[in-house]
């Protein structure tokens, strides 16, 4: 009997009501319908997100219990198609945060085990975008990043470490392209902090 419950239970794992109904209930709206309602849907069902943020299209959910807990969402942010949040640990988004396609959030780092298991036990670690934060396309952050104020993250950028305020960084592994204190305009990679959207592919 105990085997049973165990499977039942790892069978179930990724079963949250709370997100579960939000999903059935909007299943009808396209990605870009209902941008306003996805978000008060939500916050309804528990989760927190700020006033005037907007969801094109339900992001995805991963994680334990009461995931609705581990995230916490400012306001005037903005989420565009197939978003990704990994809460086996906290998020915290800053206000005026912007994604971009198909970003991925990653809290739940892991232990190195043995030779014969190398995936030990879970170690979740925190993820922090902060106010006015800019995330490119199909970028990912990795557990116990931080991106500060007013950061950019160009498309396809795997971040590793920390990024401070007003930085510009992209690649595999992310790393610095300028300092935005310095040069508002990021003329490289196609785009602006205005209105251009070609690479970053922000909202």
């Known amino acids: ?29 396209p990605p870009f319908v209902g941008s306003r309602l996805r978000v008060k849907t939500l916050n309804l069902f528990g989760f927190r997100i700020g006033a005037s943020s907007s969801m094109w299209g339900m992001p995805r959910f991963i994680g334990g219990d009461k995931m609705h807990e581990k995230l916490l969402v400012g306001s005037h942010c ?16 800053g206000d005026q945060v912007y994604f971009g396609p198909e970003v991925m959030l990653i809290t739940g780092a892991h232990e190195i085990g ?35 104020r007013g950061a950019v993250i160009a498309a396809g950028s795997v971040v590793t470490k920390d990024v401070e305020p007003n930085m510009l960084v992209g690649g595999i592994p992310a790393k610095l392209i300028r300092n935005l204190e310095d040069n508002p305009v990021a003329t490289d990679l196609g785009i602006t902090t205005g209105q251009s959207h070609t690479n970053l592919s922000a909202p």
């Open 1 to 29: 009997m105990t085997n049973i419950i165990k499977i039942v239970q790892g069978e179930l794992y990724g079963l949250h009501l709370r997100w579960l109904l939000p999903r059935l209930l909007l299943f009808p709206f």
């Open 78 to 93: 903005h989420f565009n198609v197939n978003c990704f949040f990994d809460l086996a640990g906290r998020i915290t988004i």
């Open 114 to 148: 043995g030779p014969n298991k190398r995936l030990s036990s879970l170690s979740p670690q925190p993820i922090v975008i902060e106010d006015g934060a800019w995330l490119g396309a199909r970028c990912t952050i990795m557990p116990g990043v931080t991106i500060s």
